[in-house]
């Protein structure tokens, strides 16, 4: 068969040439635009049913349970009792392969010495060696924990053993009150840690510069040959972005806590729905997203690490400390 092509041209279009075009041309071109319609379809039908699901409870609650409770406000949390066994365990591991030390290490000591050294050396080469001599105890310190921390919220029955019900519509047992739960996936941790460092922060920051070095580094204009009018310009331009800046370092332990604590609850959340989605394939949907949290449980201990010690290096790093370490 032969289309007229026609053209769009303002004096009427006519017929600019003829072409063959095969039979079943017309049939590729309707199914070529059926398939996105299709998708978008089912696109709609998922987003509305996972819209609906949200609107009811989430997969995997956002407040920690509670275990054991003294008085109306505290108590121990299934969250707390994760952090205290994998910090008793860091401790012990740390203590017995360090409880004879060897020239030449070998087993847990080799493993360790080669943590602790890479660890070292790697903050060297960004915040140099003075800082690192006076802060490296607590960048790998809070390395080590947020990364075990987040592994062993991986460990198979973290979140699925516990106090529940059984559900009559599917048969399948529901835990309401995991006896442990992930450490990171509860906010109040995260922001625990967050605290601790920008007190550190603070503190290191007046013991580097004084107090009154602090507030200058915040509210003056950088050294420069500034007379007249401009030097006066410049002094009232960084005094108010002083001002934004004091906003930035509040907001600092804000942002550390919340990336954290998102992408460990989300990554939790995900293992939840793939292991509930479909019931007799949930020994098999979730393990390829294991592998990919024991990932991203790597990638969230180095962001919250780096983040610490460059913020901690922009405010405690001289000029000359800095030349010193590239030397």
């Not at 401790?91 to 080669?114: C, D, K, M, V, Y």
């Not at 007046?206 to 070095?213: K, L, M, R, S, W």
């Amino acid at each position: 068969m032969r289309v007229k092509i026609r053209g769009s041209s303002s004096e009427g279009g006519g017929i600019i040439g003829r072409m063959p075009v095969p039979t079943w041309q017309p049939i590729r071109m309707r199914n070529r635009y059926l398939l996105p319609s299709i998708l978008a379809l089912i696109l709609s039908i998922t987003f509305g049913m996972s819209a609906s699901a949200a609107e009811t409870e989430p997969a995997v609650s956002l407040k920690p349970q509670m275990l054991v409770r003294f008085g109306d406000k505290f108590g121990i949390t299934n969250s707390m009792l994760v952090t205290w066994v994998v910090a008793a365990g860091i401790i012990i591991f740390a203590q017995l392969a360090t409880r004879h030390i060897q020239n030449i290490p070998s087993g847990a000591q080799n493993f360790w010495e080669w943590l602790v050294e890479g660890l070292h050396n790697f903050l060297e080469n960004i915040i140099g060696r003075e800082l690192v001599r006076k802060t490296f105890w607590f960048f790998a310190t809070i390395f080590i924990f947020i990364l075990f921390v987040n592994w062993f919220g991986l460990v198979p029955g973290i979140g699925t053993i516990g106090w529940g019900h059984y559900e009559p519509a599917t048969g399948l047992f529901h835990v309401d009150r995991p006896l442990l739960r992930g450490g990171n996936a509860d906010l109040n941790m995260t922001t625990a840690m967050a605290a601790i460092f920008f007190a550190l922060w603070v503190y290191w920051a007046i013991q580097a510069n004084g107090i009154g070095g602090f507030l200058k580094h915040l509210f003056t204009p950088p050294k420069g040959e500034m007379t007249g009018f401009i030097k006066i310009l410049m002094a009232v331009i960084f005094f108010m972005v002083g001002w934004l800046e004091i906003v930035s370092i509040l907001f600092r332990p804000v942002s550390l806590s919340f990336r954290l604590f998102g992408n460990i609850y989300a990554g939790e959340s995900i293992l939840e729905a793939m292991s509930t989605m479909i019931p007799w394939l949930s020994w098999l949907l979730p393990i390829p997203f294991y592998f990919m949290e024991i990932l991203v449980s790597l990638v969230q201990a180095l962001v919250f690490m780096l983040l610490t010690a460059v913020f901690t290096m922009l405010i405690a790093q001289h000029e000359n400390s800095q030349e010193h370490a590239n030397t």
